[in-house]
């Protein structure tokens, strides 16, 4: 099965949308390998942004993600990857489709509430960075023999 990273910005933590994010992956079927809320050190940020250090908007970027906690998840399922980012919606919220997180909840491409793995490959590097050997589950669940063919 496959696995992919998401994690609520401290701006979706601060305003409370923990709760409404985790029913909307647990709604679809995906299976939760891991989750914990942290204040991010700055290394682990400068991993996961690593292909944006020379943007103009890292370093608004980088405060914002070390401004509060961060809930970081590990969601598993077929297509996880993918279909997280479908449901994550577009990078500006403005353009993000309604139904979408970041369509639902946010207007300002500098605060878009949540981070999702962009293919198969960041998601393996991303989960390795916030989530040592072991903090990942394995586990069978109930509802797998009606979710899948
Ligand atoms: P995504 O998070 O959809 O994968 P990305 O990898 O291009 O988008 O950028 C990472 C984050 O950086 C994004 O969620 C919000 C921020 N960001 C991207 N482009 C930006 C911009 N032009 N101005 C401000 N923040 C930006
Ligand atoms: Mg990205």
Redesign the pocket.
């Given at each position: 099965m496959d696995r992919t990273f998401v994690m609520i910005k401290p701006d979706g933590v601060q305003r409370g949308l923990v709760g409404e994010i985790v029913s909307r992956f647990e709604a679809k079927g995906l299976k939760l390998a891991g989750a914990k809320i942290e204040i991010l050190p700055e290394e682990r940020v400068i991993e996961q942004?690593r292909?944006?250090l020379e943007?103009p908007?890292f370093p608004?970027?980088k405060t914002y993600i070390m401004s509060g906690p961060c809930f970081l998840m590990a969601w598993e399922g077929k297509g996880a990857v993918a279909v997280a980012r479908r449901m994550?919606g577009?990078?500006n919220p403005a353009e993000a489709a309604p139904g979408s997180i970041r369509g639902d909840f946010a207007l300002d491409?500098?605060r878009?509430v949540i981070?999702?793995s962009?293919s198969p490959e960041s998601a393996a590097r991303e989960l390795g960075i916030h989530f040592p050997p072991g903090e990942l589950l394995e586990y069978s669940k109930i509802d797998e023999p009606v979710l899948y063919e």
């Open positions: 942004y292909e944006h943007k908007f608004g970027l994550i577009a990078t491409i500098g878009n981070h999702g962009d």
